[in-house]
């Protein structure tokens, strides 16, 4: 199909899937002037069916101006022949790079990465997307090796990377209408290959698509002194940038390449915000919003529920991950001297597991102990976020529940609790826990992304070693019969008698009945 002379130039459509490639040859006495390392000159001339009609193509400076015959095919006609060409074949190397191309592009379409699409003129189109960014480098490095035959007509691109896009875009308009497509879905619109007006349906298409291309993201920067408000900073991730975070002010500045489509999705995504959380109304207010302040109120409503909404929404809801430091609380189970800091006696000469125990709590954000003041400032915080001595911290509400409820927990219960769960030992912080590890790029995080620590409570190296020894005699199988004793004793005799000796050396007493 493709002789060596023959030479392909993409002429894009309205409508992508009616794109049409220009086939066209090389006039022998200019072929020196487009280096190439296959002939591009051939006496068959050009293998096509029907008439042929001029084509004025821009290639390098000393071939300005030039006009050459060329046949009309559409692309969808040669599709399968670019699909099959092999790489060793003797075609021109723009028929070549508009068969790798085409390719390229069938692999980011079998992938699903296709939309639908509304076109300017309120046709129905296929388009590719969402693209990743290794679709997005993909194409910019076939671009960076497309040579200049393959986009040098005056009806078609004007830079390779035009070209590139234009491929992508008939391969992606073409696959999904097979001739079955609108039989089976009963519908004309997106499954026919004729042009179908459906402009009716611009704003649900349009509200998907720019949902799936650009995602506006929420940054909470918290007050830099108690005196001052919370900042929201508004980013937008871009689909064309490859998702990378782009600040607002610098989208209106321009700076950042995403252009007029930016600042029009950045605005419809700000405002579907708003419908949700009227506190970005203010933000739309302004003619170039980048920014906005909030209240104590407004930043609790943004951490709970208003932030949840949001996220369901599918905005982004990021805060700095210093400020999300892993919070633990954790009753310390103690032996009670029996007095106070006086010295008067506390016992009430019961012998309770209260009156051999005392229960202290601990408070540790980040791996840090927090002092007696800075637990009070958070049972009695009314807010998400509070200030400490270290800075910001997010309150993690099932521990301040728990704080708030301590003295309903006695030493009965702690110990219980401890010995539940098997903490026999006092810890700081769980043992594969590593700060620098949470908080490694010290940079944001996702609202719902934060880490959870398992409350428990603690038991001291003094009641430690006591329970231990209780367990201890009461799996003891070497106990020794006391001298003396006349008679032999049954493995639960000498477990019950190991055991009662234990108590005592501990300094209580037991009754045993048997």
Not at 331 to 345: C, E, K, L, N, Y
Request: proline share 7%.
């Amino acid at each position: 199909m493709f002789d060596p002379g023959l030479n392909a130039t993409l002429l894009p459509a309205q409508a992508p899937r009616q794109s049409v490639i220009a086939l066209w040859s090389t006039p022998q006495e200019l072929a020196h002037l487009i280096p190439s390392s296959v002939p591009l000159v051939s006496d068959a001339g050009i293998h096509t069916t029907g008439s042929t009609s001029p084509l004025r193509l821009h290639l390098p400076a000393d071939l300005q101006g030039l006009t050459v015959e060329c046949a009309h095919v559409p692309f969808r006609l040669l599709l399968d022949d670019l699909v099959r060409l092999n790489p060793d074949s003797t075609a021109s190397r723009s028929v070549k790079a508009l068969a790798h191309i085409t390719k390229c592009a069938l692999r980011v379409v079998a992938q699903g990465h296709l939309q639908p699409d509304i076109g300017l003129d309120g046709i129905d189109l296929w388009v590719p997307g969402p693209l990743t960014p290794q679709d997005l480098d993909l194409m910019r490095k076939l671009a960076g090796w497309l040579p200049p035959e393959s986009f040098s007509a005056d009806d078609g691109p004007t830079t390779a990377d035009e070209a590139v896009a234009g491929v992508f875009a008939a391969v992606a308009d073409l696959m999904p209408r097979t001739p079955s497509a609108a039989t089976l879905t009963g519908s004309r619109p997106w499954a026919s290959p004729e042009v179908t007006d459906v402009s009716r349906f611009t704003g649900q298409v349009r509200d998907s698509i720019i949902h799936r291309r650009s995602i506006l993201q929420l940054r909470l920067m918290p007050p830099a002194t108690p005196e001052q408000p919370a900042r929201l900073h508004l980013f937008l991730r871009s689909e064309s940038q490859g998702f990378v975070p782009m600040a607002a002010a610098d989208i209106w500045s321009g700076v950042t390449g995403v252009g007029v489509q930016g600042e029009e999705d950045l605005l419809f995504l700000l405002r579907a915000g708003a419908r949700l959380w009227s506190p970005l109304n203010r933000a739309l207010a302004e003619s170039a919003p980048a920014h906005i302040d909030l209240s104590d109120s407004e930043v609790d409503e943004l951490l709970g529920s208003a932030g949840s909404q949001l996220a369901t929404a599918g905005l982004e809801v990021m805060i700095p991950a210093e400020l999300a430091r892993p919070m633990r609380s954790a009753p310390t189970v103690r032996m009670a001297d029996g007095s106070d800091s006086s010295g008067a006696p506390t016992s009430s000469g019961l012998f309770t597991v209260d009156s051999l125990c005392e229960v202290d709590w601990s408070v540790q954000v980040g791996g840090r102990s927090l002092s007696a003041a800075e637990i009070d400032e958070l049972v009695e915080s009314k807010r998400r976020m509070i200030r400490l001595d270290d800075g910001w911290v997010l309150l993690d509400e099932a521990v301040i529940k728990r704080l708030r409820t301590s003295e309903r927990m006695n030493a009965t219960a702690a110990l219980g609790e401890a010995l539940s769960f098997g903490y026999l030992g006092p810890t700081s912080q769980p043992s594969d826990w590593n700060e620098a590890d949470d908080l490694a790029d010290q940079g944001f995080i996702a609202l719902d992304d934060q880490s959870d620590w398992i409350d428990s409570s603690l038991v001291d190296r003094q009641i430690s070693a006591f329970i231990a020894s209780v367990r201890s005699a009461m799996n003891d199988e070497n106990f020794a019969s006391p001298s003396g004793l006349v008679g032999e004793l049954r493995p639960y005799q000498r477990a019950g008698l190991s055991w009662i000796l234990t108590l005592v050396s501990a300094g209580f007493g037991g009754i045993l009945a048997d």
